[in-house]
């Protein structure tokens, strides 16, 4: 992980000219990027071989850091989400005007989630900023559950940072805050 300020200034940096991430969370390790970055945004889509169309989603420590990509809520839809984070739930919810359609697959929605995973939080909070947060893998394939596969599997192209994956053998739950469907156990 990120010790030093040093460190942190680097990676801000690498994030500011659209470098790519990857890095231990709930379940796996995830790839990331700076979500107002464009370039950086297509960068990864490719780099995975996703669909653009499938959207993207952001982990934050707080939610203040998800706001800006997030259209304005009631108090008792913030109430309830706000009820199951930190923790695995990613919520899908309206997304704000200013969001990039990379981010929401060019739907009206964005998924955004307040991490658990420690290492995962930390990095949010040393950046000043919510990530991008997909599996580390090529579309299709298992995610990546250490730093050295992540290494293996995109080389040179991202910046890993190493540490300790979260206990959960499955990705987040994924729930509709508009019908509170459950779209991912």
Known sequence: ????RSETASLRAHLRRGGLIAYPTESCYGL???PRNPRALQRLVRLKGRSAAKGLLLIADHFKRLQPF?????????????????GPVTWVVPASSACPPLL??????IAVRVTAHPGAARL???LGMALV???ANKSGRRPAKTAAECRRIFGPRIRVIAGRIGPRRRPSTLIDLATGTV???
């Open 133 to 135: 947060s997909t599996s």
């Open 32 to 34: 990331g990027c700076d």
């Open 1 to 4: 992980m990120i010790a030093t």
């Open 183 to 185: 779209l991912r156990p």
């Open 70 to 86: 997030v259209r304005p809520l009631s108090a008792a839809d913030r109430a309830r989400m706000q009820r199951s984070w930190p």
């Open 104 to 109: 929401t697959g060019g739907r009206p929605t």
């Open 124 to 126: 949010c909070r040393l």
